[in-house]
């Protein structure tokens, strides 16, 4: 007896064959980015001492169109009227000498903040004592307007240098203590532990770990402290020139102002502009690209 299935014979013993996989599609091959040249005005763009002065020219067009359509050189003079001052005044040799004599002073104030500041900040590292001791001195006397000690500093060291360096210091002290603090404190544990681990401690340890780690901390206190020091000696300088018939640049802007040679006025403000323009271009640019720029810490 035979079974008649319908299928060939053998069939059943063959395999079923699956149906070839259809190939999946080519991916499309990664696009080749062509670098475009930068054209010229593309390139003095990304110059940054390009784009500072383009400011500047646009800060004086707009100046000069103001006090132009205002038309009172008493209450706010041209830009070139003021630079003609300006001129004049260096040729004269009244505002150089002026200039000299607030740098001097300014100098020696700012000097002797940041070394007082570097001694208390050694001290708040050290131990817990100098840590509150600081944090108390700072929440006391930061607040405290440099200016306002000038009538106890007249008092205390009379009409001398003495009273503009005094409150100079005070004016400096205070932010560079408090923004290298903060900088020391910032440091991470991993920093510290390095630094622990190759046996490094005392001045070693603060030169070679905690002062390189916190440096833009340090360096941002010392911006705030250079133009801290700026305007209390400015503003001591016309209280001091007038008790002492002697001074910088706030004294010649005060004498001008009485009288009412306002462009030399505003020269003297001007000079001072220029100065803060050329030490933070200059020294403060520089120090920040020789040490937090190359050494990755800029944000």
């Known amino acids: 007896m035979s079974l008649d299935t319908g299928y060939p014979a053998g069939a059943l013993l063959q395999p079923k064959l699956s149906a070839a996989p259809t190939p999946a599609p080519a991916a499309d091959p990664a696009p080749v980015l062509a670098e475009r040249p930068l054209g010229l005005a593309e390139t003095l763009y990304n110059i940054p001492t390009l784009r500072k002065t383009l400011i500047l020219v646009l800060l004086a067009a707009a100046w000069q169109l103001y006090a132009s359509r205002l038309n009172n050189p008493l209450l706010f003079p041209t830009f070139g009227a003021t630079l003609e001052a300006l ?5 004269s040799g009244a505002l150089l000498t002026r200039a000299s004599f ?3 002073i300014l100098l020696t104030g700012y000097g002797g903040g ?17 840590n509150d001791l600081l944090e108390t001195l700072t929440a006391m006397f930061n607040p405290l307007p440099a200016i306002a000690l000038l009538p106890l500093a007249l008092l205390w060291f009379g009409l001398g240098n003495g009273s503009l360096i005094f409150v100079l210091v005070h004016s400096v002290l205070w932010p560079v203590a408090l923004s ?14 390095v630094g622990r681990n190759y046996g490094l401690s005392g001045p ?6 905690l002062i ?4 833009p901390s340090i360096l941002s206190g ?10 209390t000696l400015i503003a001591a300088e016309l209280v001091f020139g007038v008790s002492s018939g002697s001074g910088g640049l706030g004294w010649f802007i005060y004498e001008n102002k009485n009288q009412l040679e306002i462009p030399s006025v505003f020269a003297g403000l ?11 271009n200059l020294i403060f640019r520089t120090i920040e690209t020789r040490t937090v720029r190359r050494w990755g810490m800029h944000v």
């Open 114 to 130: 940041i070394v007082l500041a570097t001694l208390l900040t050694g001290i708040a590292i050290g131990s817990r004592l100098g």
């Open 87 to 91: 001129f004049d005044g260096i040729e």
């Open 222 to 231: 010392l911006k705030n402290g250079w133009a801290f020091a700026w305007r």
């Open 212 to 215: 390189p780690a916190a440096f």
């Open 180 to 193: 290298t603090h903060a900088g020391f404190k910032s440091v991470s544990t991993t920093l510290r532990m």
């Open 102 to 104: 607030t740098l001097k």
């Open 270 to 280: 001007l000079t001072v502009i220029l100065i803060g323009l050329a030490v933070e």
């Open 204 to 209: 070693r340890y603060v030169t070679q770990i």
